[in-house]
């Protein structure tokens, strides 16, 4: 077991480890990278509070994630904490870090378009979504659904890679 | 926070959130026998994500029907140890699957309704209500794009495909008109800003089934006075055969987990 979080400065040695969580279905990137933490806070009783932010309502890695982040904080010596869900308000992908992002694309998954979409725009429109590889707008859906709610499937009509996009929600 | 309601406001609120979480959860089950026989890959995917999302929805909204009910049941017991008249989903979603056009039917129907039901909710006197709302109606945007953009492609496809999902359409538009039946629990929600009124509801559905409707080259049903009332828990014979695949696991090894 590795020593217990600093009493000065635990919120922040706290958050530390939290960067150290790897998304379960995204391994290039942290649940901070992700936004998906929402605030790290301690309460006068001294228990630690973390808050975590479900990207989808059924995504089975919501469980994942939570787990995993008793573990880090266990092993880590956070003392005692707890880990609350946060709905509201609700996840949007704009809270993808700029390092998020960046991770994102690199890893070859287009990071989403910014802002969120409108409901208009999420039934009507397509805004175009440029290829990971090469860099081509010339691409094309393939399904709406990938392989976790929140991708959708492309392929590339350029260079002929098919490729994911992290929807904008 | 709003204080938790208690006796009769409780009894109201429990009732209603289930008659919410059962449309979710029993719609969810039907598509998930979708899995592994979809007609392409991709479909499979689809269905089977929407699916996961309504069953998100279900587990959030029994979750806090059970913290009103305050009888110690939570979203397992909820889901897997009710009867069927204790089941208050509108008989719609309980409807066979059919073939994949009369799948995308009935998901088109019910996406539009939870879409403009979620959107007014979402600013609901209720914090949980409006949390829930909120953050389901973006996902229920997705589910509408999916099962509209292929209602379009299969009633503006061929003549074979359009004359199958304008039977399914014709089959299922009967069961619309319990979504929007107000009742007394659903009028005494919407008194206390609950939930938004049905008939503002359904205006808004109306406009946008019409839409989808004449971009799909497909004839709206003429609406018939309905005689279903599963939002009172008077259930077709089908979700008795749902109930019973969807609970066996646990009424055979009661407290059974992964």
Redesign the interface.
């Known amino acids: 077991m590795s020593a217990a979080l600093p009493a000065d400065g635990r919120v922040e040695a706290a958050w530390k480890v939290l960067a150290s969580v790897d998304d379960p279905e995204i391994p290039a990137l942290s649940i901070v990278d992700l936004g998906l933490v929402r605030f790290v806070a301690e309460r006068p009783d001294g228990t630690l509070e973390v808050g975590l932010s479900?990207t989808?309502?059924?995504?089975?890695a919501t469980e994942v994630i939570r787990e995993s982040v008793e573990t880090a904080l266990s092993k880590a010596g956070a003392g005692a904490f707890a880990v609350t869900q946060v709905?509201?308000?609700?996840?949007?992908s704009d809270w993808i870090t700029v390092d998020g992002r960046r991770k994102l694309d690199a890893y070859g998954i287009v990071p989403p378009d910014r802002p969120a979409a409108s409901?208009r725009e999420?039934?009507r429109g397509n805004r175009p979504v440029g290829c990971p590889r090469c860099r081509s707008t010339d691409t094309e859906c393939?399904?709406?659904?990938?392989?976790?709610?929140c991708k959708s499937?492309y392929r590339c009509r350029a260079c002929l890679e098919p490729f994911e996009y992290f929807?904008c929600? | 926070m709003s204080a938790a309601p208690s006796g009769a406001a409780a009894q109201d609120l429990f009732r209603f959130v289930l008659r919410l979480g059962d449309l979710s959860l029993v719609l969810g089950q039907r598509l998930g026998e979708w899995v592994g026989h979809a007609p392409a890959l991709e479909e499979d995917l689809g269905l089977a994500n929407v699916a996961l999302d309504l069953i998100g929805q279900a587990r959030l909204l029994l979750t806090y029907a059970g913290e009103i009910e305050a009888k110690g049941r939570g979203e397992d017991e909820l889901a897997f140890l009710r009867e069927h008249g204790d089941y208050f989903n509108a008989v719609l979603a309980e409807q066979p699957n059919g073939d994949f056009g009369r799948t995308i039917v009935r998901q088109v129907l019910i996406d539009a309704f939870q879409l403009e039901l979620y959107e007014r909710m979402a600013t609901s006197t209720d914090e949980r209500l409006a949390a829930i709302a909120a953050k389901s109606v973006k996902e229920v945007r997705y589910h509408l794009r999916y099962s509209s953009d292929w209602l379009v492609r299969l009633g503006d496809g061929t003549e074979a495909s359009n004359a199958r999902v304008q039977a399914a359409l014709e089959a299922l538009w009967p069961y619309t008109v319990e979504l929007f039946a107000e009742d007394e629990l659903d009028r005494s929600m919407a008194d206390r800003g609950v939930a938004p009124r049905l008939s503002d509801v359904q205006a808004a559905w109306s406009a946008r089934i019409d839409a989808i409707l004449a971009a799909a080259t497909l004839q709206r049903p003429k609406d018939r006075p309905h005689a279903w009332h599963g939002k009172r828990g008077q259930h077709s014979e089908h979700l008795g055969y749902i109930l019973a695949e969807m609970q066996h696991l646990q009424r055979t090894y009661p407290g059974a987990r992964w």
């Open positions: 479900p989808y309502v059924g995504c089975p709905l509201s308000p609700a996840w949007s409901l999420v039934l393939v399904s709406e659904f990938g392989s976790t709610p499937l929807k929600i």
